[in-house]
T-cell receptor, first 114, second 111 residues
Framework: GAGVSQSPSNKVTEKGKDVELRCDPI?????LYWYRQRLGQGLEFLIY????????KSGLPSDRFSAERTGESVSTLTIQRTQQEDSAVYLC????????????FGSGTRLTVV | GQSLEQPSEVTAVEGAIVQINCTYQ??????LSWYQQHDGGAPTFLSY????GLEETGRFSSFLSRSDSYGYLLLQELQMKDSASYFC????????????FGTGTRLTVIP
């Protein structure tokens, strides 16, 4: 697509429920990243996918968080047994490669855990 | 690990020039990037410096000094629409391919 598409744009869920967030990167972008941004804070790296290589999961905050990507297409970020501390905007970005840091971000999913 | 420091807030007058500084510490270094984010919006890429010196793109310029682990973003002829948060980010050569972001500088442009 023309840009990075994320869905849903907003999600309110009850504490303890599982949620699944979707990211559709720019066609042809081999790299895909998930970041978390709490209110008024910077971007916190979660996970990185590059082509068919094993993902870099070093930023995932707990085993309740997982993500998948099939080839160079859509990615899903799953948060199990959500906690109030998981409330944040989850941003997805894609890029052609690691070349010059020019990521294209989606508009994010605003997750609120009540 | 990585750490980046930038001022939390800056206020400047419309039409003026403002400089947003960023100092970083990384175990390796592979370039400094700048992103702009309006409230409720997605971060958008502004510039990238891999080598020392100044990169100019229209009203925005970015500078890097690798020996000082320091960079800045320079915004000229400020416009009201420049009010946003600005993030510096580094790619750690010894780490993964992901960017590590600073906590951001909130720029407010006043008339």
């Amino acid at each position: 697509g023309a840009g990075v598409s994320q869905s849903p744009s907003n999600k309110v869920t009850e504490k303890g429920k599982d949620v699944e967030l979707r990211c559709d990167p720019i066609s042809g972008h081999t790299a895909l990243y998930w970041y978390r941004q709490r209110l008024g804070q910077g971007l916190e790296f979660l996970i990185y996918f590059q082509g068919n290589s094993a993902p870099d999961k070093s930023g995932l905050p707990s085993d309740r968080f997982s993500a998948e990507r099939t080839g160079e297409s859509v990615s899903t970020l799953t948060i199990q047994r959500t906690q109030q501390e998981d409330s944040a905007v989850y941003l997805c970005a894609s890029s052609l490669d690691r070349g010059q840091g020019g990521y294209t971000f989606g508009s994010g999913t605003r997750l609120t855990v009540v | 690990g990585q750490s980046l420091e930038q001022p939390s807030e800056v206020t400047a007058v419309e039409g003026a020039i403002v400089q947003i500084n960023c100092t970083y510490q990384t175990s390796g270094f592979y370039g400094l990037s700048w992103y702009q984010q309006h409230d409720g919006g997605a971060p958008t890429f502004l510039s990238y410096n891999a080598l020392d010196g100044l990169e100019e793109t229209g009203r925005f310029s970015s500078f890097l000094s690798r020996s000082d682990s320091y960079g800045y973003l320079l915004l000229q002829e400020l416009q009201m629409k420049d009010s946003a948060s600005y993030f510096c980010a580094v790619r750690d050569q010894t780490g993964a391919n992901n960017l590590f972001f600073g906590t951001g500088t909130r720029l407010t442009v006043i008339p």
